[in-house]
């Protein structure tokens, strides 16, 4: 099992910043990809940025590539997500998630389906006003 805690959301002005982290334990996480996805109401959920376990292959979503910056600490157990240059159609539900062990070392890009995820964090609320 590989449990995830995310924190770091909260409510920002268009044009302003924030920082997600996701904290993962169990299991052996620090070789698991890792990202963080979104869902806005009456939506489904799509990717906004994947990482690889090891790092050194990113994928980002069009709608936020030169605003948001994924990265993952040197021992690879904490995931964060900076987001620049917020916009109100950013609000959203942001999760973080591991995909399941068949898939854990792939690269980024080939990660971004939210079906290859086996675990979920709990969500943290971003709310961007305009």
């Known amino acids: 099992q590989v449990q995830l805690v995310e924190s770091g959301g909260g409510t920002v002005q268009a044009g302003g910043s924030l920082r997600l982290s996701c904290a993962a334990s169990?299991?052996?996480?620090?070789?698991?990809?890792m990202g963080w996805f979104r869902q806005a109401p009456g939506k489904e959920r799509e990717s906004v940025a994947v990482?690889?376990?090891?790092?050194?292959?990113?994928y980002y979503a069009d709608s936020v590539k030169g605003r948001f910056t994924i990265s993952r600490d040197s021992v690879r157990t904490t995931v964060y997500l900076q987001m620049n240059i917020l916009r109100p159609e950013d609000t959203a539900v942001y999760y973080c998630?591991?995909?399941?062990?068949?898939?854990?070392?792939?690269?980024?890009?080939?990660?971004?389906?939210?079906?290859?995820?086996?675990?979920w964090g709990q969500g943290t609320q971003v709310t961007v006003s305009s």
């Open positions: 169990g299991r052996t996480v620090s070789n698991y990809g």
């Open positions: 998630a591991a995909p399941a062990e068949n898939a854990r070392r792939w690269s980024a890009p080939s990660l971004r389906y939210p079906g290859l995820y086996a675990y």
């Open positions: 990482v690889n376990w090891s790092g050194d292959s990113i």
